[in-house]
């Protein structure tokens, strides 16, 4: 970590939300290809090659809608609930080391914004935050699908962010920090496999399988998607808590919604596969190729399976994920202080 | 004045007006939002003082898990069952205006000594620096000279979450006075239903036990969650004894109305 001076790191962190937003804006277009091609459909093809231009037109189309309030809704807090779920969503990026420090005209810059002593929790903290936007707009719209949907995300992201903070403990055991960039830096040294000469890179996906499938699990309950998309389910809830929204603040939900699920998958890459550590060449390329990966997967995720329902989730995440996590827990401390010679 | 002192002044500004929200909201949806707003700007002083872990852990507890579930409960109740707000008796507000004042009495004492109290710890922040940082002092504090406070503290959070278990069951709901009862329905609780239902005749009653669970008033209360899908009450019903005198107009094969 090197010292520089605080605009520095405005312009990094600048840089770093319009990234995400240019990236969210081609997830939805990665999105709707991908699960065009996987329905053997065409997808979006009209505008422009390969249909690139579709992002920019969905967005000029929803600022074009008309901005509906329903008469009874709760007006203030309808219109600040979007904003909560906006304005937290891409805030959890701010901490994700993306590469080693470069150096521009003598200047050292650090690839990350802010290196904070406890940057997961501060990362859960954020997403803990966001899901307010969740309930108020559903509270806010004065119709009973929407507070439904309202209800059972709180309910869900409760439940599921237990699971998403202990499922990621065992790599705090390890890595011995709170940090992603020390988290990091553990990753990059290399591992012995057995003695046997064979050496595979200390990435915790390795060393902690049963974690980083728990935290896959809830990560995708967390950023309410399919197949726990039960907040918005279409079929029982119209829309869920966004039903009474339309236009731009319709869109803030959906940016938030989209964004989220890129920073869950930097975080998934950071944590467990070794963040910007690569082969050859260690730098953001490896962070960004590693989480499209778990960007594709979300997506496969939706066109393959169907959604849970509600008891089954509530079941996954307290009977099933939160007890795995335990056992976790305890196998991976007891194998630290065997490692400590402390047993 | 120094970034800091201008970035604690805005918070501490933010924190105090949102506060007086909290009391003066006539919405208590409202005083609910207005209390996020003062923890988060509470979690940024922390911040400001290096004390990221209590700010982070604040935010979680507090704002994340605590406050939800309290809205939670707000947006469910009925308004109008809440208790008044800002209509206390005259003995009340008397009483309020007493112990606020004794606290800010308290707070005001504690900030003219602090001079006389405050002697700083072992802990001074190069010491911190040299073990590990704030997190890792933290930790080693909670979890070697600390371990049975917080195991104390465990068990006491255990017995509050069963108390509250043991106070929200739902045959207690059943003899509360008849003006409070509403038509909570747990489909996996077989006794989920507020009140005693209605008297049946003999026949029907004994027709509409099922394997599954019990009809009543059109609702099938189900013995547990798993067996509510595989038949669905009214076609149950509908089996067993045919169209009933009174029914509500169903439509068994398909839904009715566009999708």
Redesign the interface.
Known sequence: MVDQPLWITYIVGFIVLNLLLVGMAYMTWAERKVIALMQDRIGPNRTGPFGLLQPIADGIKLLGKEDLIPKFA?KR?FVIAPLISFVTAPLAALVIPFGDSITINGQEINLYVTD???AV??M??????G??GI??GG?ASANRYS?LG??RA??Q??SY?IAL?LSIVGVFILAGS?SLVDIVNAQRTSLDLFGSGITIPNWFIFSQPLGFIIFLIAAVAETNRAPFDLPEAETELISGFHTEYSGFRFSFYFLAEYISMIVISLLAATLFLGGFDGPVADGPWWLLLKASIFLFFYIWLRATLPRF?Y?QLMGIAWKVLLPLCLVNILLTGLIRLASNNQL | MSAEVLVFDILAVIAVIAGTGVVLARNPVHSAISLVVTFVNLAGIYVLLHAEFLAVVQIIVYTGAILVLVLFVIMLVDQDDLPEFHKGKPLQRVFALLLGVMLLGEFAAAVLTRTVVGQPGPWTEENVTLAGGNVQVLGQFMYSGYVLPIQAIAVVLLVGTIAALALARPEDMSRRPRARQTGTISLGHPRGMDGTPLPLPPGVAAARQSPQGEMRDGIMIVNDAESYTDTAAFEYEYATLGPQPGDRKRNITGSEGDE
């Open positions: 709760d807090v904070m002593s406890v929790l501060y859960l903290a954020v997403g803990s935050v899901v307010y309930i108020l509270y507070l309202a209800l709180a309910a992201v409760i962010e903070g709170l329902r008891d």
